[in-house]
C-alpha cells in the first residue's frame, strides 16, 4: 500500500530555495516513476516535474525548468524537488504523486498522493 508523506515546505522569499521530500513508507521497494505537482488557490492542480524509477529521465513543466530539480533515492522510497530562484507564482500547496498509468503531465494518471506541503514565495 503506498503511503506518500511529503515535507519540506515553508514560507521563503522571493529568490530562496526550498528542498521538498517525499516519502512512500507504504512499499518497500518502488520501481515506479514518481512525481511533483501543485496546486494554488482557486486554480486547478498542475504538473511540476516527474522521474523514472532509475533516475534516468527526469521531466518538468516550462515554468520550472531551470529552477527546480527531481531526484530521487529509489532504494529509500524517496524523491525530492529541489526548488531554487523562487518566485511568488510558486505559492502552492505541493503534492507527491506515485503510480502513474497514462501521460504523467495529467492528475489522473496519477494513482497516489500525499497530503501536500505548503509553499509560500514573499516578493
Known amino acids: 500500500q503506498v503511503q506518500l508523506v511529503e515535507s519540506g515546505g515553508g514560507l521563503v522569499q522571493a529568490g530562496g530555495s526550498l528542498r521538498l521530500t517525499c516519502v512512500d513508507s507504504g512499499r518497500t521497494f518502488s520501481r515506479d516513476p514518481m512525481g511533483w505537482f501543485r496546486q494554488a488557490p482557486g486554480k486547478e492542480r498542475e504538473f511540476v516535474a516527474a522521474i523514472t524509477w532509475s533516475g534516468g529521465s527526469t521531466f518538468y513543466a516550462d515554468s520550472v525548468k531551470g529552477r527546480f530539480t527531481i531526484s530521487r533515492d529509489s532504494a529509500k522510497n524517496t524523491v525530492y524537488l529541489q526548488m531554487n530562484s523562487l518566485k511568488p507564482g510558486d505559492t502552492a500547496l505541493y503534492y507527491c504523486?506515485?503510480?502513474?498509468?497514462?501521460?504523467?503531465?495529467?492528475?489522473?494518471?496519477?494513482?497516489?498522493w500525499g497530503q501536500g506541503t505548503q509553499v509560500t514565495v514573499s516578493s
Open positions: 504523486a506515485a503510480d502513474p498509468e497514462g501521460d504523467y503531465k495529467l492528475p489522473d494518471a496519477w494513482g497516489s
